[in-house]
């Protein structure tokens, strides 16, 4: 049961250690979907700037590349890290399954002991019912 018990404290840690990768490659992609949702509105601002006229007409054209050029570079980041996410998901999952099995199984030892103790006891029990009653019984004669 001692080698149960510690499979099971291993295997938390394992799973703990997953969770925490999990968050951060939650915490990345949500970082990467954070800077193009300010690209986004940074487009706007500078499309509302250059509609206004002044100097900034000139180099909208040169800014627009750029933004697409970061668009395209945020946009393959966030396909890596949702992936990353995913794999990390399913780690967790695969992580906790195996945890479960360890610790149904020791459950499972536990209430075999447990019932085992009992019909030891309910056995005993019985040899001492059975005994007073041939003790009371001879004492009748």
Do not use: C, P, W
């Not at 510690?6 to 394992?14: A, E, M, V």
């Not at 395209?72 to 995913?86: F, N, P, R, S």
């Amino acid at each position: 049961m001692k080698a149960l018990s510690t499979l099971i404290r291993l295997h938390n840690h394992q799973l703990d250690d997953k969770r925490r990768a999990l968050a951060e490659a939650e915490r990345r992609l949500a970082n990467a979907k954070a800077q193009r949702t300010a690209l986004d509105e940074e487009l706007v601002a500078e499309k509302r700037h250059a509609a206004e006229g002044g100097e900034g007409v000139y180099t909208y054209g040169a800014y627009l590349q750029a933004a697409k050029r970061r668009r395209e570079a945020i946009d393959a980041g966030i396909v890596v890290l949702e992936k990353a996410a995913g794999e990390a998901r399913d780690a967790v999952a695969e992580a906790f399954a195996e945890l479960k099995k360890y610790e149904i199984t020791k459950a499972n030892r536990e209430r075999r002991e447990q019932e085992e103790a009992n019909r030891i006891e309910q056995n005993l029990l019985d040899e001492m019912g059975l005994a007073m009653h041939r003790r009371n019984s001879g004492e009748g004669n």
